[in-house]
């Protein structure tokens, strides 16, 4: 993940990251030294300050902005595109339960939208499926793929 470029680019000291998502320093340093999972919605809260897409901070590309992207992650948008991308693939949830070692029930939960999806899933399945987080997320509208994910190794 890119949290700790993107907080230097704008001149932001963890602290002030921290202050602004709710959050001590020291829970924000753990998520930027990645000894954490970001949750989703304080990442999507962390990208709306720096002015850069959820896909940019990831690392799955390196346009820092989608246009007419939106603000707020769209929980039933999401849960839809999720159940259909699977769908499309002809993937159970029992299959992609195995394939990102997660409970079906879970995947059930993001696919219904009675849970938001976690930050460590969503990046699994975007490699998964190599398609951008931010569409999946409903954030954009464009269902951009994404060829070789750029993603660094995560500790979680």
């Not at 924000?28 to 304080?42: G, N, Q, V």
């Not at 959820?54 to 902005?65: E, K, P, S």
């Not at 997660?102 to 993001?110: A, D, G, P, Q």
Request: hydrophobic letters at 30%; aromatic letters at 10%; glycine letters at 4%.
């Amino acid at each position: 993940m890119r949290l700790k470029d993107i907080r230097e680019e704008n001149e932001l000291k963890q602290f002030t990251v921290g202050k602004l998502l709710g959050v001590s320093r020291g829970t924000y340093s753990l998520w930027e030294l990645e000894k954490d999972p970001i949750p989703i919605k304080r990442l999507n809260d962390f990208c709306n300050i720096c002015n850069c897409s959820i896909d940019y901070a990831l690392g799955f590309t390196n346009i820092r902005n989608y246009k007419h992207s939106r603000y707020d992650i769209n929980i039933n948008l999401s849960s839809t595109r999720l159940k259909t991308l699977r769908k499309e693939r002809k993937h159970t949830q029992d299959y992609l339960a195995k394939k990102l070692s997660i409970n079906r029930s879970l995947i059930s939960k993001y696919e219904s939208g009675n849970t938001i999806i976690s930050t460590t899933f969503l990046i699994e399945y975007a490699k998964l499926y190599h398609i951008s987080s931010d569409y999946l997320l409903g954030k954009i509208d464009e269902k951009i793929i994404i060829k070789e994910p750029n993603i660094l190794t995560s500790s979680y």
